[in-house]
């Protein structure tokens, strides 16, 4: 559940963190695909983003809004900056949790294996 496709979208409460132009968009997200102040998002990157006694490499698969998500946490972004990263069908994005530094894009929308 925590890869489930899903987009991103400001409460009232938050709108004002998000751009005005992008405001009519995400007012026309369908509701099953509405994730609310990003609750679940969050909740995928606390679950999968941590680090642990010993070395562990997880392969993710899932949609460009997810990707976009853990990719805007590992760069520290604002919360709209989801918006517009936008990957390639079958692209690689590959992030990194160490214990005693903050997470590191490795690569990003990588699609030279298709080649």
């Known amino acids: 559940d925590f890869?489930?496709?899903?987009t991103p979208v400001p409460s009232s409460g938050q709108r004002d963190r998000y751009p005005s132009r992008w405001l009519a968009w995400l007012?026309?997200?369908p509701d099953d695909e509405r994730d609310e102040d990003a609750v679940?998002?969050?909740a995928a990157v606390e679950h999968l983003g941590v680090t642990g006694d010993s070395d562990?490499?997880?392969l993710l698969i899932t949609h460009n809004f997810v990707i976009g998500w853990f990719v805007r946490h590992v760069l520290d972004a604002s919360l709209w900056r989801w918006i517009g990263l936008n990957q390639g069908n079958c692209a690689i994005t590959i992030v990194q949790?160490?214990?005693d530094r903050p997470p590191n894009?490795?690569?990003f929308n990588d699609t030279g294996h298709l080649a």
């Open 3 to 6: 890869l489930a496709d899903r």
């Open 97 to 99: 949790w160490d214990f």
């Open 105 to 107: 894009l490795v690569s």
């Open 40 to 42: 679940a998002l969050r």
């Open 56 to 58: 562990r490499h997880e």
């Open 27 to 29: 007012d026309g997200v």
